[in-house]
Structure formats: C-alpha cells, structure tokens
C-alpha cells in the first residue's frame, strides 16, 4: 500500500506515493531526483546522506519518506542562492576541504547544522560537531579549515543555513 | 623557455563547483530509462559446495523481471576472469577466477545469483527468497596454516601457494655472520578495507543486433575493464565504451575488473535491457576487494657501530580466494624492502597464498607501506638494542650517492633523504622533545616519538624495467587537441577519482601552451573519447600521463611555432615563442598569438605540405622509475593504565620532486597519513575461522577514524626533481600511507620502551596496548 507524502524541498512543494518502507534517503534521490544527496553506508555511520530537516542535519538514510510528512527539508541543491554558492560550499572549494567528492554534500549539510547553532565554533567544537560524517580522501584537516573560514564569512555576512522562501510548485 | 606561471601554482580545483553543489555525476545518479535494477545471492559462507539453487519463490517476488545462475553465463563468458597480471615469476598455481559460483563457493561474498527486478527493493526482496542449499566445508582462513598443507581453499587444489619467489642480491649469509646484533621480529600487516566512500557502482546497456555494450562503472581503468570485457565477451573493443563519470574515491579498491562487471554485462544482454547495480557498504564490504593481509617475518643484522649489513625477509600474502589484478603487485615489497637504506645484502621471500577469505589486492601503496613498515620497524629495533638514537642510526646508513643502485641493481633516480630527517626533526622540535619525554617518564607518563624516513617506488610502468617479468608497458597516452579559436581539450587514458587532474593536466597544457587555464578542458574516463590508457593507482598518472601531456602539448607548439614564422614571413630559428606569443627575434611587435595560429592551422594557406589542425598524441613511456621519499614523526603519549594512544603531533616532510599545485598534494598527504594512521590503530578485518564468515559485517565493526581522532598536521617538503620525467615529479598519492603506519607504531614502542617492550602490532589498540603494558610488568 503506498502512502501520500507532502514535503517541501528547498523551497519546493512535493506530493508523492510512496510505499511505506522507502528510505528518505531514496526518496529524495529516485522519487525527486535529488541525487547530490549521497548513500555511503547501510548503517548510518557515513553521513554521507546528511540533509536539513526542519532546520537540523539529520542522515536521510534513518529516516523513512513518511516521516517527513509536512517537513520542510534542505538539500545541497538547496544551498546555492542566485547562482552564488553557499559560503560553506565556497569554503570547502577555497580550502580543498574535498577530494573525490562524494561525502562532501554530507560534510556541508552537517557544517551548516552546526553553524547555524553555533557560528563561531572552536577547532575542538567543529571536530565534534562533524564526527557523524566519514571522509576517506582528506584526513578531514582541510574539511575543519573550511568550516572555520566558513564561519569567518558568514560572521561578516550573516545568513542563517537552508533559510529560504517556500515556492509552490504545482 | 617560457616562464611557468601555473606550474607550481596553488589553482584552485576546477572540478569542485560541481562537486560542492550537489552537481556531480556518480554511477547511481544515473537513472535511465528501461532499467532493471540488480542484486546478487552471495555465499554466508568462506567455503562450501552449493547443492542445490531454488528460484520458485524467488521468481514470483513482485516485479522480478529475471534470475540468473551460473549455467546461464556458461556460454556467453569466456573460461575464468582474465587476470594474469603478475609481478612475480614463479606463479605456482594459474587460478581461474570464477565469474560466479556453480558448484563450489570460495570466499563468503562470492556471487552464486543475480536477481533483475524493476525496481531497487525488489531485487532486494526476491535475492533474500532465493534458497540455497550449501554443504559447508573446512575454509581456509589462517595464511601461514595454509601454507604448511591440509585443506585447500579450492577443493581438489595441489596446495595453497600461489606463488613462491626470492629476490636477492649481495652475500646475506656473509653479512650475518659479519654481524654483532640481530635483530628479529614477526610483523603483522592486519587485513584492512579500502572503503572507497563510494561503493562499486554498474550500469551495463547492451544494444541487441548493433551487439553494442555501453558500461558506466565506478573505476580508476576505465581502459582496462573495456578491454577485459572484451576478452571475456567476444564484442569487440570498438563495440564496447566503459565510462567512469565522477568516481567516489579508489584507494585500489577499484583496479580490479570484478565479476559484477562481466555479470551486469551479460546480464543486460540476457534481458534486453539496460541493468543497474549499486552496492550497499554491507556488500561492499564482503565483496570489494581487500588490502595488505599479510605476515613478515624480518631480521636485520648490525655491527656494534650500527653499521646495517643484511636483510633478510619472508613475506607471506593472503592473496584470499583467487589472485587478483594487481594481488602480485602487493609482492613488489622486494623492490623497497631496503628502504632509504644503503643495505646490499638482502633477502626476500615471497609467498602468495590462497584462503577461503575476498581476494586482497592493491590498497592505497600496495606493498610499500608493507615493507617500510617492515624495515622502519628493524631499524628502530635495532636502534633500541644497540641504544642509538634512531634518528641517528638512520642517517648512518643513508643512501648518500644518486643515482643509487639498490640490492637489486634498481637504480633510485633522485634523493636527499637526510635533508629531509633534518627538516622534519627541526619542525617537530626533536631534541625538546627528547627531554620532555625523559622529564614525562619521571612522572609516569609514557610520551613517544616515532620516526619513519621512508622511500617509495612510482611512474609504472617503464617498459624497460617492468617487462622483465610480464609484457606489460604501463605506457600512458595524451591527446591535446587545440581548436580554432585556441581553446584546448586534453584527452587522458589516466582516470581520476579525486586526484584534480581536471585541475593540474589542464595547469600542464595550459602552461605549456600559453593560454588561460579557462581555455582548457580535460577529458578522462571514457573509452568513447580518451586514448587508450592504464588508469590511477599507483601514484602514476602525473609522473606518466601527466608527462604524456607535456609532451603533446610541446609537440602543438612545435608545429605551431612552423605556422607563425610562415605567417610572419620569418626563418623558424627566428621565432621566439613566450607565454602563448609567437614574435620574431629583434622585432618583438611582429607577432602571432597561439590562438591566431591556431586559426591559421584550420584554414589555408600554411606551409607547403603540412597538413592542417593542431593535434598531438603522445605514448609517454618513461625511460625509468621514480623515487618519493620523506621523512615523518609522530608524537603520541600512551596510558599506560588504560592502553589508549592519544596523537599528538604528526610533522611529515615530503619530496615527489617538482610540485604542480601545492595544495593538492598537500591534501594528497593528509589524507594518505590519516589512511596509515588509520590502519595503525584503529582497523582490522576479521573472518571466523570455523565458517570463514566475515566478523567484521558492516561499519559498526569496523572503526574508520573521524575528525576527532586526527592529531596537529605540520606538512612540509624539500624538492628534489626526478630525472625520469619531462616534469620532474615523482608521485604522492600513496606516500602518506607508505609513511604513517610506521611512524604510529615506531612513537607507540618509544613509548613503552620503559616497560622493555620493543614491538606492538597493529591496531595498537587500548586493549592490546594495555595487555602488553601488564605483562611486561610482570
């Protein structure tokens, strides 16, 4: 039997069917086409599936579809505003905090979470505040630089991470 | 010659904007139309006859479109998995492969079915309703057990060794009797994961009657499983295009052309329709191929003065099931096993041995880190029973004279390796840290400093040197092809997956070239448009595919270069060619750009007899090997009550010669450091040895360090041109990883010589640590 799920994802209204046990994770990829948001493990230790539920990272591997239920969810699609990215994304490019790339997303979801409760996070607080996320590539030392010089600018240019306005879409 | 105005320069990748904007194209972004999506029946067991595959159930899952066994691959591949590439001569034992079980599974993960379903959970539900009926058998799982006879891991097998080879050079047995101190230890090289952030990935599309095969596959050879298909399949090369888009990290794990390929394959001829795969990390787990799995039993001999004089090494290689693409390569340990050492006498063995376990094959040094594990360990023992410094031991007996000829005759091209334990003992502050740890002790405080001066061997292949065991080149190509308006496309057989070549071929080209890095593009990855090439891994594609880049792109100006002085009405001898400008020697307002040239080049008018365009191929085929080496030191303090190794500080000084983009190699180091510190105190696959199931299942058995357990990164390097290349570089995407295990494990010991313990394993664990501390405070 499938259930009717309404979110909103970056902005945009979404109206599926979907079958009660489909992963949020694989909602967002397969049902929306959202496919930035990455799978990494089976057991939610990677974060590499990290998106922004109501505001908070959560990995959309724990989550089914019909959870989010009224939700509004941000992406790493969602994060880009006018053609400028986010200055976590801008961070990550400026730092090297990436290499193959595919944890990233992730990372930067979990960077704006933790920016957005706490914007000028010691070195010690960032290591703690990304530990659900695993990165194989970079030995995460460029990953914390990005999100303290992240922090630096959005310091100077306040903007509160996945705020935005809701778009109906029909 | 032109001033290098990027060469050298910290650019900032071009292939991010994509990457951190949820942009990129993995395997599994693909959705295409028609898809049937696959999973795969693999065996709970390490080793076992299958008795019976029962598919009722299974078929009538919902959505099911096809299950596929063994029988139904018979005629449609070719004998075994074409894998013969070997680095060793003596190949005991040629084992095939298989492409899937039929009547006997080998390793717990080998594939037994394939299930086609319309959508992704489907697969899932009808593969967990496919019944099959297993008679178990002994496994194989202990590798020296299984080199001393009973039970072989493929039944009916003469024994489990797949090969069995010395190298040797000098007089070993003169050099231990010369010796006053032995040192001897057992080393074990625990069995890792690669875990590639991205699992495996496969979408195969064959076109029935065209007997066309499209393959998008998350690999670093693209070339390679083109090739090999091909081998397996009959459908000839020009029939068949492999495209690796963006690929989620290698580290070796994806070198290998794996059954999955050759299954999905034929498994959307079988179907008519195109067929995906995407695997879980539990899969991944059991089913990608593993790393290092091996045991070395070292013994180093000294005189009083601490003079080196002979080495002498059995290493043995779980190479698991089968031997794998690169399995042996893990054997070409011999070629370093000297390390930064001017040590003449050295023996060693290699072992290669079958087990009912995944195959292992190369992981990030394959090898190396092995063997610099292995001598960094005997030097620092011997520095410990001789009390020497070990930093001064190791400058004692440096390689001092370069070109240097190894015990082997190998010549190392380039090095400095004291300049480098200079500066890495400065950046560390070594002599301060020496007393502060004789002030720490007094206190019970147990503070270690580790040393690692390590060496590696990179730019596979020379076919001058690697076709001494195998016919095997390891050539790398580039095309680079200027158009009309002097824009640039740089086609490369290398294939990244996260190294930024899209970043430094295009510094090369660009630089070369004397055009803007904007006006370049590079191409990888697919068969459709790249020449043919070998792939990433190895720390290669710079050293040779980025020199094969060089080379094209001087070619272009070279013919270039004929245009302008046709066009200025000049002799050749008279062009002066600077940063992209063609001028006339004396006259420097006479002149052309490249871009306008390269107008020219597609119109009329040049000279008599050339032909228009401005394209070159270059086949870089290095004239020899090239040797990074480094100095790294590592500074832990251990409890000595609850056996936990808390990381300090980790200095680690490199030199892979000429420098392209700063930054990228030094994330290179990071990451490949993290990848050793990784393996030195954290991870460690484990089988049962009664079932040869794999213990360690998925992520929560299996500790992958966070940003927590990272200590203080100080990265520096010296400079020290190779001379085998038109760049001069020498490669570092494995030299962090060569480097870090080692220098854990040298500062884990240092920490506990006060106890009298003079070797930890690895993972140096809190639990292992502490058993260790309380027995020797017995």
Redesign the interface.
Known sequence: MKHKVSTTVNGHRYEREVEPRLLLVHYLRDNLGLTGTHIGCDTSQCGACTILVDGKAVKSCTMFAVQAEGKDLTTIEGMAKDGQLHPIQQAFWDEHGLQCGYCTPGFIMAAAYLLSVNPNPTEDEIRRGLEGNLCRCTGYVNIIKAVKTAAKTMGAAPSKAGERATVQRS | MAVSTLIGAKI??R???R????????V??L?PTRVLHAAFVRSPYGHAKIKRIELTKAVKSPGVAAIYTARDFEKLLNGAIPVTVSFVPDKKQAIGWAYIAKDEARYNGEVVAVVLANE??QAADAAALVDVEYEPLTPVTDLEAATKGGPTAHTGGPDNIAWDYTAAGGDVKAAFAEADVVVKQRIIQQRLFP?????RAVVADFVPVENKLTMWTSTQVPHWVRLCLTLATGIPESNIRVIAP????G?GSKIHIYPEEYLLAMASKLSGQPVKW?E???ENLAATHHGRAQIFDVELGAKKDGTLLGYKVTQYVDSGAYVSVFSSFMASAYVVAAGAYDLKNVEFRTVGVLTNTTPTDAYRGAGRPEATHAIERAVDMMAQKLNMDPAELRRKNFSKQFPHANYLGISYDSGDYDKALTRALEKVGYSDLRKQQEELRKKGRYLGIGLSTWIEVCGFGPTAITTVHEPLGLVETAVVRMHPTGSVSVYTGTSP????HDTTFAQIAADTLGVPIDAVEVHHGDTGDTPFGYGTYGSRSLHVGGSAVLMSSRKIVDKAKKIAAHMLEASEEDIVFDQGRFSVKGSPDKAKTIGEVAFKAHLTGLPEGMENGLEAVTYYDPPDLSWPFGAHVCVVEVDAETGNVRLQKYVAVDDCGNVINP??V???V??????GIAQALYEEVLYDPDSGALKTG???DYM?P???E?PE?ITDRTVTPSTTNPLGVKGIGEA?TIASSVAVINAVVDALSPFGIDHVDMPASPDRVWAQIKEARQ
Do not use: C, K, W
């Open positions: 900032q990748r292939e991010d904007p990457l951190v904007s949820g942009r990129a194209r993995y599994d972004d959705q992704r959970y875990i590639a952030m991205e699992g963006d690929v989620g990290g580290f995407v879980g990390r539990t997956h996260g190294q930024g930054m990228i030094e994330g290179q990071h990451g490949g450091v993290v990848q998925t992520l929560l992958i966070t940003a927590n990272i990164f962090g």
